[in-house]
Nanobody, 126 residues
Framework: QLQLVESGGGLVQPGGSLTLSCAAS????????VGWFRQAPGKEREGVSC????????NYADSVKGRFTISRDDSKNTVTLHMSSLTPGDTAVYYC???????????????????WGQGTQVTVAS
């Protein structure tokens, strides 16, 4: 069974950058589309970005376009999310998730993903 572990969260000042990693074990990540989601207190979980198996397709939420970049290194079984120009509005628990197909326009729907990590906290504050 695929297992996912996020890392790289922490406290960063507004305008700063942070890189999150999603490390997979139990099965080659190459066969999976991987998404990043976030959930702030009192809010629903929202899709941030997604990268298809093979990395041919990437998707971003409008709120992070131009600031976040998703990439994958299947030789390391890892997907990373580089976040820049962070604002307090980016504060949330960030989760990675995986599914063996790419759902196109529904990439940001949490219910389509089969496997989830435990999350990593990102706090943007001065």
């Amino acid at each position: 069974q695929l297992q996912l572990v996020e890392s790289g969260g922490g406290l960063v000042q507004p305008g700063g950058s942070l890189t999150l990693s999603c490390a997979a074990s139990g099965y080659p990540l190459i066969y999976y589309t991987v998404g990043w989601f976030r959930q702030a207190p009192g809010k629903e979980r929202e899709g941030v970005s997604c990268i298809s198996s093979g990395g041919t397709t990437t998707n971003y939420a409008d709120s992070v376009k131009g600031r976040f970049t998703i990439s994958r290194d299947d030789s390391k079984n890892t997907v990373t999310l580089h976040m820049s120009s962070l604002t307090p509005g980016d504060t949330a628990v960030y989760y990675c998730a995986a599914v063996p197909v790419h759902y196109g326009s529904t990439w940001s729907v949490p219910a389509v993903y089969d496997y989830w990590g435990q999350g990593t906290q990102v706090t943007v504050a001065s």
